[in-house]
């Protein structure tokens, strides 16, 4: 919990990993769990590879970050489908942030 404590301490809302292979977002602490702001956790998926895990397809994640209205975040997870040789938008996830 220490570093958790910590890096919602820092000015950053989002750490990004840049290839875990399984895509996923998720809250740093849950509720109840004192932080000093929100903070949350963005897994990227696997771009382009030929070594995926099983059932998990090639992914990407799309970030958008609006400068005016409320602080938030918005994820949009795109996976590829094999079947139309393309990326497609299946999951958005918004994170509720602080300044």
Known sequence: MRGTSALSGLSSSRCSSPNGCLPYVRQLAAAGDELARAAWVVQAGTAVSSRTRDGVPNSVNVLHHAAAG???????????????????????TVLKLTR
């Open 70 to 92: 409320p602080v938030q975040c918005e994820v949009e997870r795109w996976d590829y489908k094999a079947e139309v040789e393309r990326f497609a938008p299946v999951l958005r």
